[in-house]
């Protein structure tokens, strides 16, 4: 990260925005209040605050250069005032009967509510918003790292601010951007700082590369002859009228879709009752990638999908434009949208939420297969053949392998932090069974066993002693996956088993099968009975449930000589089905009877 490079132009960057936000002159007490905030990387929770208030350029530009390595910086986008204390002497604070001048409408855009987008510039973000409020005009627009800030420069309102609030929350709510940024205390990050906050959640102080500089993308505020400050009596009419359109369009009440009396179980329920009962405003853009992308998977053309959506919009409550729903079709379709998969497998919190709540687990053919994370072609879980000895089937058990199999798939989820045994715990739970797959206390024997054998590696955590808090990971030799020797299978697998649809017996004959024909082995009831130890008839029920539950597809063949064998489709409940009828990432497998 080159910091120092246009070091004077992004200077003159953090002036511009200082002088959009703040007056030329300050009255005597009035300050900006400004704040440099660390947060723990072992918990986020955990804070270290610096606060001061300055009322002059200089000071500001001080305060963001020095703490902006370590903290990250954020101004409050009122000037603030001192309020007289209980104890008769005068305090600042950041609450809102301090505040004092606001210059601004702000408006904040997350990029991951917004996936489709184009995040490398803001005009998709403008083009929403004019769509939305064409009259409105955008005087400036910061990049915070992880999302676009727009500002509408007001007159200045003194003292009482409730109406240019109200008026940001309305304006926010109207073009869908984040309601909680429209805080009647609102902070904001300044040019020139850096947002230390990883994908993951987590803060990173150490390594700069992968910080992201706040940089001004664009201020016209007193640039050129015609630069006028809205009144904000003219913004509330603008407001009034967008909401007089979305008035005129026809709001349905939600009508629920009675889907129990379809001929089989649909994949991805979720998204088809989406569709059939159409999504809320807010939810709107999060369904609309996931029907388009559902449709994409089962074979629609797409002047089908764009007359499908269209269908899908007039239920959304209220519906969006047709030209915006047409161009965010088209983005759908275009680009790869990552926010697919169960509710089990959505990091974040809130759309996580909104799947789960329609979830219907009985009547959806995805996660009868134990679709809970989206595996693309190729990604897998992952055990290492080092693992898969016959001596180690033959004693280890299937709850051990599912352990071993956890670790692999949510080994990169949990960030600096790590993945914890109650994040296990976590993962081993089933909604279907109400309870964890593997009780407390054979889980922990279970793991001080697996460690004892260099499976697994247990790290105590320094500021607390709760098993529950040990770091736990993959030995170095079961993480080595450069010799290529390791066996890939659908993550679907392990969470049959945690839902208790197979046994541990059948996850092991399930792990062999994969181990045996992946080194070119016979795969004969006589050989998989000998590599497991198992009789051969209970092979055979393994087999036969793991077919039952949707794990691998039986059908009868006969080889050159005409002797009967059985042949076997090891299937992803996410496979997307091909012109030709074949599945594209399906492994077929010959299992002698």
Not at 51 to 58: D, L
Not at 209 to 231: P, R, S
């Amino acid at each position: 990260m080159d910091e120092n490079t246009n070091g004077n132009k992004n200077i003159q960057y953090l002036y511009e925005y200082y002088n959009m936000l703040y007056p030329k002159k300050f009255k005597e007490k009035e300050r900006i209040r400004l704040l440099a905030i660390h947060k723990d990387a072992a918990n986020s929770e955990k804070t270290t605050t610096i606060t001061r208030y300055v009322n002059n350029f200089s000071d500001y530009k001080d305060f963001i250069l020095k703490y902006r390595y370590q903290y990250d910086i954020y101004n409050q986008l009122a000037t603030v005032k001192p309020v007289k204390q209980k104890d008769g002497c005068e305090a600042y604070s950041g609450g809102m009967g301090n505040q004092r001048l606001r210059k601004v409408l702000f408006l904040d855009f997350d990029l991951k509510d917004y996936p489709c987008y184009d995040t490398s510039s803001a005009a998709d973000f403008s083009n929403m918003i004019k769509e939305k409020i064409p009259n409105l005009f955008l005087h400036a627009c910061t990049m915070s790292g992880h999302g676009f800030h727009f500002y509408i420069s007001v007159e200045p309102l003194v003292k009482n601010l409730t109406e240019i609030i109200e008026a940001n929350k309305k304006l926010a709510s109207i073009i869908g951007a984040d309601i909680k940024a429209a805080s009647p205390t609102q902070i904001d990050r300044p040019p020139c700082s850096y947002n230390h906050k990883q994908p993951d959640g987590t803060y990173d102080y150490e390594n700069s590369e992968k910080w992201k500089i706040v940089t001004l993308v664009n201020c016209v505020y007193e640039k050129g002859e015609l630069f006028k400050a809205y009144n904000l009596d003219y913004i509330e009419q603008l407001i009034k009228n967008a909401c007089r359109k979305d008035e005129g369009q026809q709001i349905l009440k939600k009508q629920e879709w009675d889907y129990t009396g379809l001929n089989e179980y649909k994949k991805f329920l979720c998204n088809w009752r989406m569709f059939h009962e159409g999504a809320d405003k807010g939810q709107r853009n999060f369904w609309h990638g996931r029907i388009v992308k559902t449709l994409q998977s089962e074979g629609y053309q797409p002047s089908k999908i764009y007359s499908m959506c269209k269908d899908w919009n007039s239920r959304c409550r209220p519906p969006k434009s047709e030209a915006e729903i047409e161009a965010d079709t088209k983005r759908f379709m275009e680009t790869d949208y990552k926010l697919l998969g169960c509710y089990q497998s959505i990091l974040d919190t809130t759309h996580r939420e909104w799947v789960k709540t329609i979830c219907d687990k009985a009547e959806c053919s995805t996660y009868h297969n134990g679709a809970v994370i989206s595996i693309e072609k190729g990604n897998g879980a992952k055990i290492h053949n080092s693992a898969l000895k016959n001596r180690d089937l033959q004693t280890m058990t299937g709850d051990d392998y599912l352990i071993l199999t956890l670790l692999d798939v949510y080994k990169s989820s949990y960030g600096r932090r790590g993945f914890r045994i109650r994040n296990l715990k976590e993962r081993l739970y089933s909604d279907i069974q109400k309870k964890q797959a593997i009780n407390d206390r054979t889980l922990k024997n279970k793991l001080l066993h697996l460690q004892e054998k260099n499976w697994i590696v247990l790290t105590h955590d320094k500021k607390t002693a709760k098993f529950d808090e040990y770091k736990i990971t993959l030995s170095r030799r079961l993480k080595d996956f450069k010799d290529g020797k390791y066996i890939q299978f659908y993550f679907s697998i392990a969470n049959c088993l945690i839902n208790g649809l197979i046994t541990q017996r059948d996850y092991l004959v399930y792990l062999i099968l994969i181990r045996n024909l992946s080194e070119g082995k016979s795969v004969s009831y006589e050989q998989l009975s000998d590599d497991l130890g198992i009789d051969k008839s209970n092979i055979g029920k393994s087999i036969k449930n793991l077919e039952r539950q949707r794990c691998i597809v039986l059908m009868k063949d006969y080889n050159e000589k005409g002797r009967e064998f059985n042949k076997y489709h090891v299937i992803n409940p996410d496979t997307v089905q091909l012109n030709d009828g074949e599945s594209s990432n399906k492994l077929v497998l010959k299992l002698l009877a």
